[in-house]
């Protein structure tokens, strides 16, 4: 699997949106970009995936880049529960494997 | 809805014991994984089950076996623990198709002292 770039940590204020980069200058035509995020003492949860096209869910929003090599996973408006883990990962359309976690990005998000 | 449970959800072993921690999901899925991960780090793969009846290495694969005992139940098992296995393990599961969503458990967090 390809690559991701991801700053290790980020901080926001409640209530205001969050933008998390995400780099992967090494996609292939076939990955498809899934988000994932840890709260603390807890498994990692379903964020978001897309393939080409952005992406809206009742959790957050997906921007891709229009050649693909970057994205960005926005909350529209932070609250306390969204501190957590934020892990983007790239899965080949036809690969059988699991996800492949990085270190991802720790979100802070301050009252 | 359980989803995927794991137990024990704590355990303390001493070196050299052996134990197996159990994976159960009831969401139909076929495809069931092992991930470890020590403080600080991301989750690294141990074992995947691809589909009942399969099982293949991950990243972190020795000192570990597994047995996909049926489509629900992946159990992962440590033969002689070792202190450099103390760590957080989860269990996940997803449907096989290469964009669903994978859902874990809460963990196992065990010890080896």
């Known amino acids: 699997d390809a690559k991701t770039t991801q700053p290790n940590s980020m901080e926001s204020n409640e209530e205001e949106p969050v933008h998390l980069p995400c780099n992967h200058s090494t996609i292939s035509g076939t990955d498809y970009i899934h988000w994932y995020r840890q709260l603390p003492s807890q498994g990692p949860e379903y964020v978001i995936h897309g393939l080409t096209s952005n992406v809206n869910n009742r959790m957050a929003s997906l921007a891709i880049a229009e050649d693909r090599k970057s994205s960005t996973l926005i909350l529209h408006r932070a609250t306390l529960r969204d501190a957590a883990v934020y892990y983007c990962?790239?899965?080949?359309?036809?690969?059988?494997?699991?996800?492949?976690f990085g270190k991802g990005t720790s979100l802070l998000v301050t009252p | 809805n359980a989803g995927v449970t794991q137990t024990p959800k704590f355990q303390v072993l001493k070196t050299g014991q052996s134990m197996t921690l159990q994976c159960a999901q009831d969401?139909?899925?076929?495809?069931m994984y092992w991930y470890r991960q020590d403080p600080g780090m991301g989750l690294r793969l141990i074992y995947y089950s691809a589909s009942e009846g399969t099982t293949d290495k991950g990243e972190v694969p020795n000192g570990y076996n597994v047995s996909r005992l049926n489509k629900r139940e992946f159990s992962l098992r440590l033969e002689s623990a070792a202190p450099s296995q103390t760590s957080v393990y989860f269990c996940a599961s997803r449907t096989g198709y290469s964009g669903a969503e994978a859902f874990f458990g809460q963990g196992t967090r065990l010890t080896v002292v």
């Open positions: 969401m139909n899925h076929n495809s």
């Open positions: 990962i790239l899965r080949d359309f036809n690969s059988g494997y699991a996800l492949n």
